[in-house]
């Protein structure tokens, strides 16, 4: 069955520094998303993106945050700065026809010390 | 924007007993449904869904019901099983658009 594909699964990294968190959606889906979970608390909807552009952000998608497809198979997350706040499980999906069959991959946890 | 909320937070079985979850959603617009399976260490993984134009659904062990007018759908696990404990999630969505998550039921089956 095909996988939506994160790498790493784990990431340490220190406050204030950049880190870029890595997908591979499945090849046929043309949607693609970003959520994160804190621990022990609910999933939540950082941006969509879909026709190479940022369909739909939430709040917490601030300017510290941005999201690039930079060939035909990567979906990346960049984080500039760092901050203790933004350490989560990282989760990219993707779908063939929207909020429908989303896939999700299996998540980053990234810790920020 | 949308807010689901889910209930109970903690649920605890004896297995072979029947398992249900409940989310409440604000967005009239929303019209897809889905129930998330989450394992440790592991993503979301879809389990079952409805979208607005039918009441229930049934798959197996697991069912959803949708009740529009009072915007709640639930989930329904009958003789549960081990392997059915997990943290499930509730969502709620609208076309092209983001899921909105409930805040998750960790269900223990007892053996």
Redesign the interface.
């Known amino acids: 069955e095909p996988e ?1 594909t994160q790498t790493p699964s784990h990431q340490v990294t220190q406050m204030g520094q950049e880190v870029i968190l890595r997908c591979v959606p499945i090849s046929n889906h043309l ?1 693609f ?1 970003w959520y994160r979970q804190i621990l022990g ?5 950082l941006v ?1 993106f ?1 026709n190479n552009e940022i ?2 952000k ?1 709040e917490i998608f601030d300017d510290q945050f941005s999201v690039e497809r930079p060939d035909g198979s990567n979906f990346t997350l960049k984080i500039r700065s760092t901050k203790l706040e933004d350490s989560a499980m990282y ?1 990219c ?1 993707s779908s063939e ?11 980053t946890r990234l810790t920020v010390v | 924007g949308e807010n689901v909320e889910q209930h109970p937070s903690t649920l605890s079985v004896q297995e072979g007993d029947s398992a249900v979850i409940k989310c409440t959603y604000s967005d009239s617009a929303s019209n897809y449904f889905p129930w998330y399976k989450q394992e440790l260490g592991k993503g979301p993984q879809l389990i079952i869904d409805i979208r607005s134009n039918v009441g229930e659904k049934k798959d197996q062990r697991i069912a959803v019901t949708l009740n529009k007018t009072a915007k709640h759908f639930s989930l329904h696990i009958t003789e549960t099983q081990p392997e059915d404990s997990a943290v499930y999630f509730c969502a709620a969505g609208r076309g092209a658009n983001n899921l909105f998550f409930g805040t998750g039921t960790r269900l223990t089956v007892i053996p």
Do not use: D, H, L, N
Not at chain 1, 41 to 45: A, D, H, N, P, R
């Open positions: 939506v949607y998303y608390q609910k999933v939540e909807f969509s879909y369909s739909e939430s989760f999906a026809g929207g909020a429908e069959g989303y896939t999700f991959g299996s998540g």
